[in-house]
């Protein structure tokens, strides 16, 4: 059984990228020590860790692409990080395996999904 998910990224820069989740993706910001921030939705951490030398994530292709996130109503998520002009990777839609989902960019480069379930009642 798993009980809790995390996710752990290197960013270039931590108060750009706590904007970012903050701002654009609704996540509250939480300093952890010097050099990391943990940005929380729900049970959803993601661990961020201050790393201004490593190779940028758009430049790492497929393995720029760490998450995938469940919400309760994906199309007003949509609409909000349109709103703050988030870097849209994919566009809204409905897919066969049952999710309505997009893809975006973050501020480092990260890819992520976001998606809800086509099944309205479950």
């Given at each position: 059984?798993?009980?809790?998910?995390?996710?752990?990224?290197?960013?270039?820069?931590?108060?750009?990228?706590?904007?970012?989740?903050?701002?654009?993706?609704?996540?509250?910001?939480?300093?952890?020590?010097?050099?990391?921030?943990?940005?929380?939705?729900?049970?959803?951490?993601?661990?961020?860790?201050?790393?201004?030398?490593?190779?940028?994530?758009?430049?790492?292709?497929?393995?720029?692409?760490?998450?995938?996130?469940?919400?309760?109503v994906v199309d007003e998520y949509y609409t909000r990080v349109v709103a703050e002009n988030?870097?849209?990777?994919?566009?809204?839609?409905?897919?066969?395996?049952?999710?309505?989902?997009?893809?975006?960019?973050?501020?480092?480069?990260?890819?992520?999904?976001?998606?809800?379930?086509?099944?309205?009642?479950?």
């Amino acid at each position: 059984m798993i009980k809790e998910h995390k996710y752990v990224i290197a960013v270039h820069d931590l108060a750009r990228s706590g904007a970012f989740y903050r701002d654009v993706l609704g996540f509250e910001v939480r300093e952890m020590a010097p050099g990391w921030r943990c940005f929380v939705k729900g049970s959803c951490k993601i661990m961020a860790g201050e790393c201004p030398d490593a190779m940028p994530a758009r430049e790492l292709g497929d393995h720029s692409y760490f998450g995938y996130l469940v919400v309760d109503v994906v199309d007003e998520y949509y609409t909000r990080v349109v709103a703050e002009n988030a870097e849209i990777t994919k566009p809204l839609r409905d897919e066969p395996w049952g999710m309505r989902e997009f893809g975006i960019r973050t501020s480092d480069g990260h890819r992520l999904m976001i998606g809800g379930s086509l099944d309205r009642e479950g």
